[in-house]
Each structure stands twice: as C-alpha cells, then as structure tokens.
C-alpha cells in the first residue's frame, strides 16, 4: 500500500514568489495535516483538515493557506515567500479518530533564495 | 496550551549502552503521548504512543516508554543501541481537545558510537 506521498520533493523559490505544495494521503484517510520544520527544530502545526473542513490552525500568518479536496488530497499554498520560510514542509495522514496514529510523508523540502 | 520540553539537544552512547532520552511535557488535561524517529531526509516514523490503559508502552525496534503522570514525563528507553538507531527522536502531545493536533518538542539527535 502507497504511504502519504508529497510532491515535490525538494523546491527553489525566490523571496516575494508564491509556491504549492502537494500532499496525498493513505487511501481510506481522511484527516490531513500540515507541518513545518525549520532546521534543528521540532515540527510546527500549520492546519489540519478532516472531511474537507478546517479543524485546526497554527500560529502561522496569513500567507499560507490550505484545502483538502473531494479525494482528501490537500494543497498547502504559501504566498509572498520570505527567506525564513526555508524549511522542511511535513504533510501527515490519520484515519480520523484522536488517537489514531500519524503517518507522515518524506517532506517537501523548500529554499527561498 | 500544550508544551513538550526534551532535555539533551543531543545525546552520545555506546553500541550495546542503555539508550534514554528525555520528554516533559505540559498539558491541562489528560494527554496522548508519541514518539517519532527522523532519520535524515526521512519524514516521521512512530515508535510508540501512549493513549490509555497500561503506562509502560512497547514500540517498535526495541524501544520503550513509562507514561509518569506525577512526573509529567514520558522518556524513551532501549536496553541496548544499536549502530542503526542513531537518528533524531521527536517527543509528542495530543489531546481530545486539539482534534489531534502534535505539538513536538524540540528533537534529540542521538549518536551512537563503535
């Protein structure tokens, strides 16, 4: 059975452009969340999304957005790119129930110059 | 507000050494409690969770951890490392209230040497 899968895997952007990034889950998995991992530091909760609906926002500006589609593959979109939004971008599936393991994709790797 | 302190950004033993890395963690009510393992360039893996029931949960390659409420703790143990356990290890918190939400602790990056 296919994992989480994110595309793509790693990303060149220059500061003031706009990037999306893709995440699949686990087929059957209709929770999807996002997180950020800057270097040397634990991941960051951005959103997470279940049956297509919003259920949690992190404490990130308002230049990054995100939205699951009809299938539950969601886009995290991120606008005005700046230099510290370098980071590794984790995109995590779970059944649905609260405690219901994670599981997490390989990361898409993005660097703003 | 949910927190996750890990004491020791990095921790050094010896192959066949008792591993032991250390989580704190703050939450106001009763907590689900994970740990994952990052090997480089590599997403997450779960190693183990605690949700209910029995405090001394088994995980995967030989790792376990004792949920102390008194304590607020939940460290992460093996009896003894292996070359192939060197990784960074990331303590978790959830809870019913955040639908799920992880928030990490900081990582231990664990080196094991000859």
């Known amino acids: 059975d296919a994992g989480v899968t994110q595309s793509p895997t790693h990303l060149i952007k220059t500061r003031g452009q706009q990037v999306t990034l893709r995440c699949s889950p686990i087929?059957?998995?209709?929770?999807v969340s996002w997180y950020q991992q800057v270097l040397g530091q634990g991941p960051q909760f951005i959103f997470q999304?279940?049956?297509?609906?919003?259920?949690g926002r992190g404490n990130f500006p308002d230049r990054f957005s995100a939205r699951q589609f009809p299938n539950y593959s969601s886009e995290l979109n991120v606008n005005a790119l700046l230099l510290g939004d370098s980071a590794l971008y984790l995109c995590?599936?779970?059944?649905?129930?609260?405690?219901?393991?994670?599981?997490f994709g390989q990361g898409t790797r993005l660097t703003v110059v | 507000a949910q927190s996750v302190t890990q004491l020791g950004s990095h921790v050094s033993v010896s192959e066949g050494a008792l591993v032991l890395l250390r989580c704190n963690y703050s939450s106001s009510v009763p907590p689900y409690l994970f740990w994952y393992v990052q090997y480089p360039n590599q997403g997450l893996q779960l190693l183990l969770k605690?949700?209910?029931?029995?405090?001394l949960v088994k995980g995967i390659n030989g790792f376990e951890a004792e949920f102390k409420k008194s304590e607020t703790s939940f460290h992460l143990t093996k009896p003894s490392a292996h070359m192939s356990d060197a990784a960074e290890y990331f303590c978790?918190?959830?809870?019913?209230?955040?639908?799920?939400?992880?928030?990490f602790g900081q990582g231990t990056i664990l080196t094991v040497h000859p």
């Open positions: 087929s059957g998995h209709k929770s």
């Open positions: 999304y279940y049956e297509k609906e919003e259920r």
């Open positions: 995590a599936s779970k059944l649905g129930g609260m405690n219901t393991e994670a599981f």
């Open positions: 978790a918190v959830s809870d019913l209230t955040s639908y799920g939400k992880l928030t």
């Open positions: 605690y949700t209910t029931g029995a405090t």
